[in-house]
């Protein structure tokens, strides 16, 4: 008898039973010629409240220094992803990859895009 039959394999879910909604990954090289990673998503949960923002940068994509930013509604988290977002491009950072299960988050990322070729 299977516990979860509702899962699909290779399906990521939080903890709480829902699907992750989004992850982006940003890179830069510096004077130097070496490439920084800045990754955000919000496939961790958080103990205390109901939504969070993870973010990972550093010189390589599985490693570095890593935040957890608490949220206790969807409407506050969106807000601090598009100051990250504004932050990242205006510090000369590039979208190396995006994907997103909502349209709202695939709206962000190619908005971010075109600010990136103008």
């Not at 890179?27 to 103990?47: A, M, P, S, W």
């Not at 890593?66 to 969807?74: A, G, L, N, S």
Request: proline letters at 2%; charged letters at 25%; a positive charge.
């Amino acid at each position: 008898m299977e516990l979860y039959p509702f899962l699909e394999y290779g399906t990521i879910y939080a903890l709480g039973g829902e699907l992750s909604d989004m992850m982006i990954t940003f890179y830069k090289t510096d004077n130097h010629g070496r490439v920084r990673y800045y990754t955000i998503h919000d496939r961790q949960e958080h103990l205390f409240t109901a939504h969070s923002l993870t973010v990972i940068w550093g010189k390589a994509l599985t490693s570095g220094r890593e935040k957890v930013y608490p949220f206790q509604d969807r409407q506050a988290m969106d807000n601090h992803l598009r100051k990250l977002f504004k932050e990242r491009i205006q510090s000369g950072y590039r979208i190396l990859y995006s994907f997103s299960r909502k349209e709202k988050y695939r709206k962000l990322f190619q908005d971010a895009n075109e600010t990136l070729a103008c």
